[in-house]
């Protein structure tokens, strides 16, 4: 069974930064794509940054020019930089990562991101 563990949520200022962390108990490139969602009260889940095995990336519009994700494959390890930090940014982020078999991939167990003053 895979296990994500995400970190580096908190609290923050508006305009403020974040890096959040996703670490995977196996090789990261054994997945097909990893990608980051996250959750406001009230909301449905939404895709905010996706990347494939490739290296490819996509972003919500949300996000995008503000938001970077990246990984680290020595580290098995996904992240998500947030810059300009917007209250609206403020829900669970979860980190996801699907193979060919398991389309749906699986989730971590989520962080809270904050953005308030």
């Known amino acids: 069974q895979v296990q994500l563990v995400e970190s580096g949520g908190g609290l923050v200022q508006p305009g403020g930064s974040l890096r959040l962390s996703c670490a995977a108990s196996r090789s990261i490139l054994s997945f097909t794509n990893m990608g980051w969602f996250r959750q406001a009260p009230g909301r449905q889940r939404e895709l905010v940054a996706g990347?494939?095995?490739?290296?490819?990336?996509n972003y919500a519009d949300s996000v995008k020019g503000r938001f970077t994700i990246s990984r680290d494959n020595a580290k098995n390890t996904m992240y998500l930089q947030m810059n300009s930090l917007k209250p609206e940014d403020t829900a669970v982020y979860y980190c996801?990562?699907?193979?060919?078999?398991?389309?749906?991939?699986?989730w971590g167990q989520g962080t809270q991101v904050t953005v308030s003053s």
């Open positions: 990347l494939s095995r490739s290296g490819s990336t």
């Open positions: 996801n990562a699907n193979t060919i078999l398991r389309p749906s991939g699986f």
